[in-house]
């Protein structure tokens, strides 16, 4: 497809700034593609589209507008949950919780150079996630978040914990702003997963890049 983002997982991707959509509705549909453009325009390194309550037409419709945006800034686009959809929108890959398919068989239809990412609350399951061929991790919650109401908090501690015994990248998150994300700071993680701290922000791109200079090192 032509823009794709080429992802050869053998290759460093960038899991800094790791947006997540927030919900679609037709309603406030130019508020949330003028708001996600304004994100990549900030920075944000991988975006991860996540939507529970939309069609599969129309999902899949949506899939292929943000991809669109996303190849533009050369943004790897993560589909979360439907293996069909990230086939179908040529999504660079595919992240999944711990009641969704399992990762190796995610792999077995996506194949060797997509991105396949896993939730993980616990070291048992970070391991199980790499035996079955994850490329990263997503942990948490770890702050309250509203995304999530019943996301289970993790310590920062558990954090590190899987940090030590696990070779995967790993993503915190759950509920990180500008405000706590100094609590990560000396973590050394892979990124951080942001929602509504870019997308309900005044300007989305202001504080992408806000966060991009904090993982990148360069706080001012």
């Known amino acids: 497809m032509e823009g794709d983002v080429a992802m050869d997982t053998s290759e460093r991707i960038d899991y800094s700034v790791y947006l997540i959509t927030q919900p679609y509705s037709p309603e406030h549909k130019d508020m949330y593609f003028a708001n996600l453009e304004a994100a990549l325009r900030g920075g944000v390194t991988l975006v991860q589209l996540r939507e529970k309550a939309l069609s599969t037409r129309d999902l899949l419709q949506l899939a292929l507008k943000v991809k669109q945006m996303t190849a533009a800034y050369h943004v790897p686009l993560i589909i979360n949950d439907r293996l069909d959809i990230a086939l179908a929108a040529g999504a660079d890959g595919l992240h999944v919780g711990q009641e969704d398919l399992p990762v190796s068989l995610v792999r077995r239809f996506l194949g060797k150079d997509k991105i396949i990412g896993a939730s993980a609350k616990t070291v048992q399951q970070a391991r199980q996630a790499v035996d079955e061929g994850a490329d ?8 309250p978040t509203t995304s999530k109401t019943d996301a289970a908090l993790i310590s920062i501690e558990t954090v590190r914990l899987i940090k030590q015994l696990v070779s995967l990248p ?13 609590a990560l700071e000396n973590e050394d993680l892979a990124g951080v997963a942001v929602i509504s701290a870019i997308l309900s922000a005044d300007d989305p791109e202001q504080i992408a890049h806000r966060f991009k200079e904090v993982m990148s090192g360069r706080k001012t």
């Not at 990263?136 to 702050?143: A, K, P, T």
């Not at 790993?170 to 100094?182: F, K, M, P, R, W």
């Open 136 to 143: 990263y991790l997503g942990v948490g919650s770890i702050f």
């Open 170 to 182: 790993v993503v915190a998150i759950g509920g990180i702003s500008l405000s706590n994300i100094d």
